[in-house]
Structures are given as C-alpha cells and as structure tokens.
T-cell receptor
Framework: TQLLEQSPQFLSIQEGENLTVYCNSSSVFSSLQWYRQEPGEGPVLLVTVVTGGEVKKLKRLTFQFGDARKDSSLHITAAQPGDTGLYLCAGATGSGAGSYQLTFGKGTKLSVIP | DAGVIQSPRHEVTEMGQEVTLRCKPISGHDYLFWYRQTMMRGLELLIYFNNNVPIDDSGMPEDRFSAKMPNASFSTLKIQPSEPRDSAVYFC????????????FGQGTRLTVV
C-alpha cells in the first residue's frame, strides 16, 4: 500500500501571504495529481505532474514533482480567500488495464483570512 | 456530459438497516472508483472497477460492504447491515484508461447511521 503524507494538516494565513504545502511518500509514482475540494463537493483536479523534477504553474499556483517522483509541493503566491479549501495530493501507480490505482493523502486544509 | 452522478446526496438511516448508494459514471470512462472520506482517515479507496470488472476490493472494510457494476453506466455500493461507524461521505469517481488520467468525482453521498 502506497502512503502519501501531507503537511501541514491545517494552515490558516492572511490574504496576500505565500504558502507551501507538501506531499511525501516512500513510494515511486508514475504521476502525481493535486486536487482541491470545497465543502459539500467532490475533489476537482488542479494539475497532473508526470516527469521527475517537473514544475507546472497555474496562475498563482506552482506545482513541483520531486526528481525521484516520490514527493511534490504546491506553492501559492499571494493567497486569496478564494483559495480556501482542502488540497489533496494523489499518487498514481500502474498504467495498464487492471493495474491503475490512485492513492490520496489526507489533505491540507487551507483557510485564507481576508 | 453531466459528470459523475451520485444518489442520494444525503442518507440518514438506523443502525442495522441496509443502505444502497448509487453512481452513474461519465460515459466512456473505463475506470470507476468508490472512496470513503472521513476527518480521521481522509479519502480511502474502497474498491475500483475496470470495464465493469472489480479489480481491487482490498479497501472494503468488512463483508458488510459490497459493490457491483452491472453495466458501464451504473454502480452500487451496499452496506448491510449498517453501523454508526460507517457514517462518512462516500464518493464515486470515474476516469479514462490512462496512466495519468484525471479522476472525475461525483458530489458524494453523506451517510449518517444513527
């Protein structure tokens, strides 16, 4: 069983601050995804990173996949109240029929205070 | 496509009763996942199907839980008999047959067993 540890578990910051959340594992993943979940809704995909060392930017969000494809980070610049939510990382293993699986971390609950 | 559709959105039942949760995946998706989300344990994979065939049910907590996928457009998760510790939000998700495929989640069913 692949385990994904996310830190911090909770984060409360003021609007305009920067933050980084982390996703770590001892397992190697073929790809890693970041999702954002709002109350009462299912998680929604933000980004998928596939290559070790890959960096992807989505407006104020920067995602990085570790060189060994075991860890990832999400950095938010100038956080806004609309960024509030639960951020989940998910590691994918396998790619062929019958072997694909997506394992989630417990998430980082972010609150951005106006 | 309307996305992944789950029903009911909320279910309150008495301990010992049978509960059936329903899911309609996105048309054309080859994989269907059932997850359970709690504050303590996060998002846990219960079982997943590939082309309607159960592939991995190692996450199903007990024999009281069962899941079926009689066709490509419908799946059920059944709990019989239900217990208070089964209270959680149950999510269904579907994805295409790709290694880094996005998982599309339904809005979830919030189950309360009293």
């Amino acid at each position: 069983t692949q385990l994904l540890e996310q830190s911090p578990q909770f984060l409360s910051i003021q609007e305009g601050e920067n933050l980084t959340v982390y996703c770590n594992s001892s397992s190697v993943f073929s790809s890693l995804q970041w999702y954002r979940q709002e109350p009462g809704e299912g998680p929604v995909l933000l980004v998928t990173v596939v290559t070790g060392g890959e960096v992807k930017k989505l407006k104020r969000l920067t995602f990085q996949f570790g060189d060994a494809r075991k860890d990832s980070s999400l950095h938010i610049t100038a956080a806004q109240p609309g960024d509030t939510g639960l951020y989940l990382c998910a590691g994918a293993t396998g790619s062929g029929a019958g072997s694909y699986q997506l394992t989630f971390g417990k998430g980082t609950k972010l609150s951005v205070i106006p | 496509d309307a996305g992944v559709i789950q029903s009911p959105r909320h279910e309150v039942t008495e301990m010992g009763q049978e509960v059936t949760l329903r899911c309609k995946p996105i048309s054309g998706h080859d994989y269907l996942f059932w997850y359970r989300q709690t504050m303590m344990r996060g998002l846990e994979l219960l079982i997943y199907f590939n082309n309607n065939v159960p592939i991995d049910d190692s996450g199903m907590p007990e024999d009281r839980f069962s899941a079926k996928m009689p066709n490509a457009s419908f799946s059920t998760l059944k709990i019989q008999p239900s217990e208070p510790r089964d209270s959680a939000v149950y999510f269904c998700a579907s994805s295409l047959l790709q290694g880094a495929a996005e998982a599309f989640f339904g809005q979830g069913t919030r189950l309360t067993v009293v």
